[in-house]
């Protein structure tokens, strides 16, 4: 299933802090120093790399992407020019044949690691929008949204089976490592493999590559223009995220009323964001509220959108079965 971690709150009340940890004042880039200070999205790297280590070398990989939603426009962080500079090119979600949302020529990095993981964060945070309001320095103006996409191999006859069959899952994940090898794991270069004998030929037909989400997002701070004081463009800016924000609670608030129609395209951030929300996703909500008296109304803004999101209830999640092609077949 997907997973959705996403801080909410106030412009100014810690979300960037606790996503991302301290950053440096120069570029912006969060710091690894201290361990203890750590945010969510790094610490949540290492736990992934951590759990892949355990497994079977090849059966694992994890892809990465770092966009924003900056006035309801998507824009890939990681994407390049001509020249090898990476610079924010505007996207656009749609949905696929199965039903999905996808959001085509998005850039997808493979990593290896929770550190290579850092550094395309990094890279991605050096271009999001920030401007300057009576409530922080560095208010940010957009979502950042990190995804991180983890492709299993799964043995199509194991599946759904007892875990005593996991020791043949992991020879036939050793038999076809070459298939998959470290470096071609993007979807281009897996689609492009071909088995170079009989044996991993079979090996390859026995596998199913599954896909899941992890997605990471720091919300931009709910803002009311007379205490930010913003005009112009930082007013339009304003405006993007509070309608998007207030589509986000429209969203958990149908899915809590267990309502037919979920209303996930009043928005880019909620289309981008449906997958990690709705179905058998989890979800987890960080609120970050202002300890000032002055913001109290924005505090209980707040903690009415997390009485929103609480309200949320999902049975377990089930355990989706491929179909197994018969033997005679």
Same mark, same amino acid.
């Given at each position: ?11 100014? =009340? ?46 694992? !990989? ?100 007892? !875990? ?22 993007? =979807? ?57 924000? =207030? ?83």
């Amino acid at each position: 299933y997907n997973v959705c971690i996403m801080a909410y709150g106030q412009t100014g =009340s810690g979300k960037t802090y606790t996503m991302l940890g301290p950053q440096l004042e120069e570029n912006f880039a969060f710091s690894l120093e201290d361990e203890l200070e750590l945010g969510i999205i790094p610490r949540a790297a290492q736990e992934v790399f951590r759990l892949i280590s355990e497994k079977p070398p090849g059966s694992y !990989w994890v892809e990465v992407s770092v966009v924003e939603v900056y006035n309801n426009e998507i824009f890939d962080l990681l994407a390049k020019d001509s020249c090898g500079k990476v610079f924010g090119i505007k996207r656009d979600v749609v949905t696929t044949r199965e039903g999905k949302n996808d959001v085509p020529l998005l850039t997808h990095e493979t990593v290896e690691n929770a550190s290579e993981f850092l550094h395309l964060v990094n890279k991605g945070l050096q271009l999001r929008v920030r401007h300057p309001t009576l409530v922080h320095a560095h208010s940010s103006r957009s979502h950042l949204v990190v995804t991180l996409t983890i492709t299993t191999i799964i043995s199509e006859d194991n599946f759904g089976t007892s !875990w005593e069959d996991e020791q043949t899952s992991q020879r036939l994940n050793k038999e076809v490592s070459c298939t998959f090898p470290q470096k071609m794991r993007d =979807s281009k270069s897996t689609s492009s493999s071909r088995p170079s004998s009989p044996a991993q030929l079979e090996a390859t037909e026995k596998l199913k590559q599954v896909k899941t989400r992890l997605q990471l997002v720091d919300l931009a701070g709910s803002e009311c223009v007379g205490m930010s004081g913003v005009t112009g463009a930082a007013l339009r800016e304003t405006s993007f995220i509070n309608r998007s924000l =207030s589509a986000l609670a429209d969203v958990l608030g149908a899915i809590a009323e267990q309502r037919s129609h979920v209303p996930y395209r009043n928005s880019k951030l909620t289309r981008l964001l449906q997958d990690s929300v709705g179905g058998d996703a989890k979800l987890l909500v960080m609120l970050c509220i202002s300890p000032d008296q002055k913001y109290l109304t924005e505090s209980m803004q707040s903690l009415g959108f997390g009485t929103r999101a609480r309200q949320v209830q999902r049975g377990q999640v089930k355990k989706k079965k491929f179909p197994v092609p018969s033997k005679a077949k």
